[in-house]
């Protein structure tokens, strides 16, 4: 049994008189422990996808099985971690990282201990009383972070949560990212339209082409981690990710 199984998941959104099919019979598995990219151009349903996932948004039609379990209105071991904005602002870091365990009934005492651990793991110690306003970008990532992996959750799901960050501070976090998931071995489903962030952190990229949404084929990534950008490896499975995603980029540019 695999962690996660989509089968022929389709979803359509209607605003007035627009239709837009935002996922078109998409399947997709992940096992236990995996990293997987969802990579793709913008629109072609990522976000939808991890909303479904999630438990957020239901799909019109197709199965979805956490653990062999269907979801329905969100899954006990999903946690979920988003781009921006995704911490409360008028909570402390502690308060935030608190708020998935306060949701589940956790009492005060396990909550402040485990949150202090959690905030200890991602190297916001002193922080605790500090607001998301008085932090970096990289800074509320990792707050978002910390609150996601204190339920201990089987699934993590990711939407590009480093997207708004400048390069230096990107390349911190996907490594500070890993080393989390290799302490937590939780299964990662990790939404980019960055290739090169895709191929140092999968272990399979999934790669999606939009209108309507679907996914245009899976690549295994082999390289053993750490992975070294400088390797030619590394250069030529960003070359073969291009080159699959190149109809959609020249789609984008109006070619
Ligand atoms: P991505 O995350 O890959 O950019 P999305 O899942 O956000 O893609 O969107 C897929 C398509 O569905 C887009 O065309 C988008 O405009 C549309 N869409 C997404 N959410 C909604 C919504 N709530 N209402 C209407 N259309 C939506
Ligand atoms: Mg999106």
Not at 25 to 31: E, M, P, R, W, Y
Not at 40 to 56: D, E, M
Not at 161 to 169: E, K, S, Y
Request: charged share 20%; aromatic share 6%; hydrophobic share 40%.
């Amino acid at each position: 049994m695999s962690l996660l199984e989509l089968d022929a998941v389709s979803k359509t959104y209607r605003r007035g008189q627009e239709v837009v099919q935002a996922l078109d019979s998409v399947s997709l598995s992940a096992g236990f422990g995996e990293f997987i990219c969802l990579l793709g151009v913008s629109g072609c349903g990522k976000s939808t996808l991890l909303q479904i996932l999630a438990g957020l948004e239901p799909a019109d039609s197709g199965a979805v099985q956490i653990e062999g379990q269907p979801i329905a209105g969100g899954h006990p071991n999903a946690s979920v971690v988003f781009q921006e904005h995704g911490l409360f602002p008028w909570m402390t870091v502690e308060r935030n990282v608190e708020f998935n365990m306060k949701a589940r009934g956790v009492g005060a005492a396990e909550r402040r201990s485990v949150a202090r651990d959690f905030i200890n793991r991602v190297g916001l110690a002193g922080f605790e009383r500090r607001y998301p306003h008085e932090l970096s970008g990289g800074m509320r990532q990792r707050v978002g972070i910390a609150r996601a992996l204190t339920t201990r959750p089987r699934l993590l799901l990711m939407d590009e949560p480093f997207g708004a960050l400048d390069a230096q501070t990107r390349s911190i976090m996907q490594n500070q990212l890993l080393d989390l998931w290799q302490d937590y071995r939780a299964t990662v489903v990790f939404v980019t339209h960055s290739v090169d962030e895709a191929v140092f952190l999968a272990d399979r990229i999934v790669i999606m082409s939009p209108r309507p949404g679907r996914v245009r084929s899976i690549v295994p990534v082999a390289q053993p981690r750490p992975r070294d950008r400088a390797d030619p490896a590394f250069g030529q499975c960003v070359g073969e990710v291009l080159g699959l995603i190149h109809d959609d980029l020249r789609h984008l540019m109006g070619a």
